[in-house]
């Protein structure tokens, strides 16, 4: 039985591989940093079936302690400070975590497990302010924030530490993806939520920042098998994952509140608070090479993604006021 560790299996798409990597029969490592509450309401209906252990990225032992004990032949590394806004009032936090994170995890590999094929969950905002449009694998970098930033850096240790050290390390540059389990601070979940609290009568308004930037949105479901697809390859190598669709915010809203029977005129607040220093004013992936060597494919469109969330938000508010 193969093993797989995963960091940040508390989060979005950490609960999707897990799932995904179960059902293909790997043994699920979850590594879960020390908080005093529970916070595995996204993996609680497989909880007895992965193996949950303690660690942390700004921890060097924690990491290297997993190595000697687990064995993984695979590492996905997900965990990070992933939220945008909070990169600009935490940015020294989010360098250590999302940027020497990676440097953490990576040395562990090479002291402890060499032989492990390493997964870094790289990002479309290392492209920022686009250089060309669509964005892909050669597209010079251009970060518009210290989540950015930080994202750059692990993006090229792990490219160093694959030519430097001979370790089978990839960077995954996943466009923007969604699902019902995504974060209520993100654009999209914060939408889908107000939409449906506005339908139920529990909400007036929703209060917004930049609605022409643009995003290329997909489903988290769909990115997480091209994570596993990149590290069943006979040779390590970068790939930019996104649908090749852009949808400003301003269409999000206007799709998931008309989805609802609403229009988002009558609840809409442009609030300067949600605006960002330095915005990002348009992604969109050219995903050809992962099309190609991976023969992956996006399942969920964009009206599908808003549809889905919404109607996961909707169920959720009825059973708080049932
Ligand atoms: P997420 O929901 O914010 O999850 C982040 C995870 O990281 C959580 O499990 C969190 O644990 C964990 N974490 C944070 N700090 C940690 C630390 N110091 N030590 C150990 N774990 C820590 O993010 P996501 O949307 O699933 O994204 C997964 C990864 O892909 C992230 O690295 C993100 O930057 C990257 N990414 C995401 C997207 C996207 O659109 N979703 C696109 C490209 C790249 P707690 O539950 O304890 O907070
Ligand atoms: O949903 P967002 O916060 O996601 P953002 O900044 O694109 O980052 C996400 O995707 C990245 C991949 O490109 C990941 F690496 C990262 O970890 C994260 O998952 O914001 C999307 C857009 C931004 O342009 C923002 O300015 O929505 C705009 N926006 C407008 N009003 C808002 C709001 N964003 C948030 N979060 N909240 C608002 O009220």
């Given at each position: 039985?193969?093993?797989?560790?995963?960091?940040?299996?508390t989060?979005?798409?950490?609960?999707?591989?897990?799932?995904?990597?179960?059902?293909?029969?790997?043994?699920?490592?979850?590594?879960?940093?020390?908080?005093?509450?529970?916070?595995?309401?996204?993996?609680?209906?497989?909880?007895?079936?992965?193996?949950?252990?303690?660690?942390?990225?700004?921890?060097?032992?924690?990491?290297?302690?997993?190595?000697?004990?687990?064995?993984?032949?695979?590492?996905?590394?997900?965990?990070?400070?992933?939220?945008?806004?909070?990169?600009?009032?935490?940015?020294?936090?989010?360098?250590?975590?999302?940027?020497?994170?990676?440097?953490?995890?990576?040395?562990?590999i090479?002291?402890?497990?060499?032989?492990?094929?390493?997964?870094?969950?790289?990002?479309?905002?290392?492209?920022?302010?686009?250089?060309?449009?669509?964005?892909?694998e050669?597209?010079?970098?251009?970060?518009?924030?210290?989540?950015?930033?930080?994202?750059?850096?692990?993006?090229l240790?792990?490219?160093?530490?694959?030519?430097?050290?001979?370790?089978?390390?990839?960077?995954?540059?996943?466009?923007?993806?969604?699902?019902?389990?995504?974060?209520?601070?993100?654009?999209?979940?914060?939408?889908?939520?107000?939409?449906?609290?506005?339908?139920?009568?529990?909400?007036?308004?929703?209060?917004?920042?930049?609605?022409?930037?643009?995003?290329?949105?997909?489903?988290?479901?769909d990115?997480?098998?091209?994570m596993?697809?990149?590290?069943?390859?006979?040779?390590?190598?970068?790939?930019?994952?996104?649908?090749?669709?852009?949808?400003?915010?301003?269409?999000?809203?206007?799709?998931?509140?008309?989805?609802?029977?609403?229009?988002?005129?009558?609840?809409?607040?442009?609030?300067?608070?949600?605006?960002?220093?330095?915005?990002?004013?348009?992604?969109?992936?050219?995903?050809?090479?992962?099309?190609?060597?991976?023969?992956?494919?996006?399942?969920?469109?964009?009206?599908?993604?808003?549809?889905?969330?919404?109607?996961?938000?909707?169920?959720?508010?009825?059973?708080?006021i049932?």
């Amino acid at each position: 039985m193969p093993v797989a560790l995963i960091t940040g299996i508390t989060g979005q798409d950490g609960s999707y591989l897990a799932e995904f990597l179960l059902g293909c029969g790997y043994q699920v490592i979850g590594m879960v940093r020390r908080s005093s509450t529970v916070t595995f309401e996204r993996i609680k209906h497989i909880q007895d079936e992965i193996t949950i252990v303690q660690g942390d990225l700004h921890d060097q032992s924690s990491l290297v302690d997993l190595m000697e004990t687990y064995h993984p032949d695979e590492v996905y590394n997900l965990a990070a400070q992933s939220f945008v806004p909070t990169s600009f009032s935490q940015p020294v936090l989010t360098g250590e975590v999302t940027a020497l994170g990676v440097t953490r995890i990576l040395e562990a590999i090479r002291l402890a497990n060499p032989q492990a094929r390493f997964y870094q969950a790289s990002t479309s905002e290392i492209f920022g302010k686009v250089r060309e449009v669509p964005q892909c694998e050669t597209t010079p970098f251009y970060p518009r924030s210290p989540y950015g930033v930080a994202k750059v850096y692990g993006h090229l240790i792990t490219v160093n530490y694959r030519e430097s050290h001979d370790l089978y390390a990839v960077s995954g540059i996943l466009f923007n993806h969604e699902s019902p389990r995504r974060g209520l601070e993100f654009v999209t979940r914060k939408i889908t939520h107000a939409v449906a609290r506005i339908k139920h009568g529990l909400a007036k308004e929703i209060h917004l920042g930049n609605l022409d930037a643009r995003r290329d949105w997909g489903y988290a479901g769909d990115y997480v098998r091209a994570m596993w697809m990149m590290l069943q390859q006979e040779q390590p190598s970068d790939f930019v994952v996104g649908t090749g669709v852009t949808h400003s915010v301003r269409d999000f809203c206007d799709l998931a509140f008309s989805y609802a029977g609403l229009d988002y005129h009558d609840f809409l607040v442009q609030d300067e608070r949600f605006f960002r220093p330095a915005e990002v004013d348009l992604l969109v992936a050219n995903s050809s090479k992962a099309q190609q060597q991976l023969k992956w494919q996006p399942e969920v469109n964009f009206e599908g993604l808003i549809e889905m969330m919404v109607d996961a938000d909707m169920r959720m508010v009825e059973k708080e006021i049932e």
